[in-house]
Structure formats: C-alpha cells, structure tokens
C-alpha cells in the first residue's frame, strides 16, 4: 500500500503535462522568425552609377551598375547595398559570390557547381522568375553538391502580360544542398493559361534542400502552390498560401513528394501536409 501510494505521489499528472505541451507549442509558433518585409530588404544608402560588364573579383559597395555584370570563373565577389543584375551566370567551382542587401533583377544560373553563392537580406525581382539556380544541361541533376544560400530574402515575379511557358517566383531544375531561410516568394498574376493560374509559386526539382520559415505569399493567381520533386527536400514552419487546385502537387509516377514539419495556412494557421 505505501509503495502504491508512494508511485501514486510520483506519477505525472496527464493533464499539467498536455497544458505545458501546448504552451512551449504554442510559444514555439510566436518565436518562429517571419521573412522580411520589402523595406528591410535591398540597398540602404544612397548608390553611386558605375558601368556593368565584366567585373573582377573584389569587394562591390554602394554601386548601382548600369548592365549586367559579367563575373570571372575564379575569385571571390561580395557586393553589399547594390543594385546589379547578372546574364546566366554559368559553372564555375573555383567562385564564390555573396550578395548582402543588394536588389536584382532575378538571378539565373546555370549547369551547377556553384560554390558558395550565399544571399542576405536582397530583393529578387524577376520576368518568368526571380531566382534560378540550375544543373539543367546536366539532367537536371539532384546528386551533385551545389551549396546555395538564401537567407532574409524577397524572391518576387512581376505582372507580365500572357505567359507562355513555365513562371514562379523560383524554380530550380536540378541542385542538391540548397538552403533557403526567411525567404518570402512572391507572384503576380496574370493565369498562364486564362484558367488555372500561374505554374506556381516554386517549382523545385533537388535534392537534400531546406526550406525554413519560408512565405510562399498568395499575391497572385496559381494553381498548386508548390512543384517539388527530388529526395528529401524538407519545409521546416513554412507557411503557404493555397493554390487554386491545393498546397502541393500531388506525388505521382515516381515524383518524390517534399517533408513538412509545422507548416501552416497562411491565412487560417490550419496544418499543411503532403
């Protein structure tokens, strides 16, 4: 009896439990961090006119270049409060690149290895697409390491007229350990087709890539909210605006359907799933 009454004294109480649970759930949710807002992102100072074209390694500050910039294959570059714009940015290991609130005109990359690429606090404003890292002449590659990182961003498409072919505000046609945190991306309407809506928001075709507290905003019209293929590409507290037919396109033939962790409605806070 006394050793019943003793185990009686230390059993945890279910009810205290389950209230603590949903309280550290529920802080949990109030701490998670939000993408920044157009005003955070992108120069802060005044720019100075310098001329684009090809630019050797170095360190870029307060430039407002007045072409594409075309970047060497080796090197180190880091642009800080710029605004510049790249032509297809093709494969070269031996250069890395960081762009730390800078504002684009969208981003294309091509063939893969891309080492090093990392951007902070920017806004991407893109025609088709605003960001797109690719191992396209590859296959469409999802093995092969591409480090990539995109951290408090704005990824955004603008309005276009009728599209005729693939627009979200990313897509990304093969790479493998690509990370995007606190990334809000955005689309604009019109519907590519006159009914169903823009492709989507993403489209992803990788493997092994984060998305962590990512937006994926409902500014315009689509029709499923997120294209993902490629193993274990993972949403982490992602919130999504919904898509005229769902949140994700549905895994058929031998599509790899994404991870969700903790995402949610934008609008509602109602769970998303695959």
């Given at each position: 009896?006394?050793?019943?009454?003793?185990?009686?004294?230390?059993?945890?109480?279910?009810?205290?439990?389950w209230?603590?649970?949903?309280?550290?759930?529920?802080?949990?949710?109030?701490?998670?961090?939000?993408?920044?807002?157009?005003?955070?992102?992108?120069?802060?100072?005044?720019?100075?006119?310098?001329?684009?074209?090809?630019?050797?390694?170095?360190?870029?500050a307060?430039?407002?270049?007045?072409?594409p910039?075309?970047?060497?294959?080796t090197?180190?570059?880091?642009?800080?409060?710029?605004?510049?714009?790249f032509?297809?940015?093709?494969?070269?290991?031996?250069?890395?690149?960081?762009?730390?609130?800078?504002?684009?005109?969208?981003?294309?990359?091509?063939?893969?290895?891309?080492?090093?690429?990392?951007?902070?606090?920017c806004?991407?404003?893109?025609?088709?697409?605003?960001?797109?890292?690719?191992?396209?002449?590859?296959?469409?590659?999802?093995?092969?390491?591409?480090?990539?990182?995109?951290?408090?961003?704005?990824?955004?498409?603008?309005?276009?007229?009728?599209?005729?072919?693939?627009?979200?505000?990313?897509?990304?046609?093969?790479?493998?350990?690509?990370?995007?945190?606190?990334?809000?991306?955005?689309?604009?309407g019109?519907?590519?087709?006159?009914?169903?809506?823009?492709?989507?928001?993403?489209?992803?075709?990788?493997?092994?890539?984060?998305?962590?507290?990512?937006?994926?905003?409902?500014?315009?019209?689509?029709?499923?909210?997120v294209?993902?293929?490629g193993?274990?590409?993972?949403?982490?507290?992602?919130?999504?605006?919904?898509?005229?037919?769902?949140?994700?396109y549905?895994?058929?033939?031998?599509?790899?359907?994404?991870?969700l962790?903790?995402c949610?409605?934008?609008?509602?806070?109602?769970?998303?799933?695959?």
């Amino acid at each position: 009896m006394a050793n019943g009454s003793r185990m009686n004294a230390i059993r945890p109480n279910r009810g205290v439990f389950w209230l603590l649970s949903l309280y550290l759930l529920a802080q949990a949710a109030l701490a998670a961090p939000a993408p920044p807002e157009r005003a955070q992102v992108g120069p802060r100072v005044a720019l100075t006119d310098r001329a684009g074209g090809k630019v050797p390694p170095g360190v870029y500050a307060a430039a407002r270049f007045g072409g594409p910039v075309e970047l060497e294959t080796t090197g180190r570059y880091e642009f800080t409060d710029c605004q510049v714009s790249f032509n297809t940015v093709w494969m070269a290991p031996a250069r890395t690149v960081l762009l730390d609130h800078c504002q684009t005109g969208g981003i294309y990359l091509a063939e893969g290895g891309q080492l090093g690429w990392t951007l902070r606090f920017c806004y991407m404003l893109g025609g088709n697409q605003g960001l797109r890292p690719s191992t396209g002449r590859d296959g469409w590659d999802v093995k092969t390491p591409t480090p990539f990182v995109v951290e408090d961003c704005i990824v955004e498409i603008s309005s276009l007229g009728t599209p005729t072919a693939h627009v979200e505000a990313m897509q990304t046609l093969g790479g493998n350990n690509l990370r995007f945190r606190r990334v809000r991306f955005i689309t604009h309407g019109p519907k590519t087709d006159g009914v169903t809506g823009q492709t989507a928001v993403i489209n992803v075709i990788a493997g092994h890539s984060l998305f962590e507290d990512c937006e994926f905003a409902e500014a315009g019209a689509y029709y499923y909210t997120v294209y993902c293929d490629g193993p274990e590409n993972v949403f982490v507290r992602c919130r999504f605006g919904r898509g005229a037919a769902s949140y994700l396109y549905p895994t058929t033939g031998t599509r790899i359907a994404p991870i969700l962790f903790d995402c949610t409605d934008l609008q509602t806070g109602a769970p998303v799933g695959p």
